[in-house]
C-alpha cells in the first residue's frame, strides 16, 4: 500500500490447513517470492519514471482501469 512518496509498504500473510504437506509451502513459497522480486522490480522502476518529472500524470493498465476501479471501489465499500 502507498506509504508517502515513492514508498509502498508490503504485509504478506500465509495459512496454510495442517494437512497441507511442507513441500507444497516450499513451492508455492518460493514461486511467490520470485513474482514478488519481478513485481518490485517493476514498481521501482515505476516509481522512478514517475519521479524524473516527465510525466505529469499516467494511466495505469489502460485498458484495465475500470477494473482496478471497479475493485478500489468495492475494498472502500467493505472497510466502510
Known amino acids: 500500500m502507498p506509504d508517502g ?6 504485509v504478506t500473510d500465509y495459512w496454510f490447513g495442517a494437512d497441507v504437506p511442507p513441500e507444497i509451502v516450499e513451492e508455492l ?3 511467490d517470492d520470485q513474482v514478488g522480486r519481478e513485481d518490485t ?3 521501482e522502476s515505476v516509481h522512478r519514471g ?3 518529472g516527465v510525466l ?3 494511466r495505469l493498465l489502460l485498458n484495465a ?3 482496478l476501479a471497479a475493485f478500489q471501489s468495492w475494498v472502500t ?4
Open 5 to 10: 512518496a515513492g514508498r509502498t509498504v508490503e
Open 77 to 80: 465499500e467493505s472497510i466502510r
Open 50 to 52: 514517475m519521479a524524473s
Open 29 to 31: 513459497l518460493e514461486w
Open 41 to 43: 522490480a517493476l514498481v
Open 56 to 58: 505529469d500524470h499516467g
Open 65 to 67: 482501469e475500470p477494473l
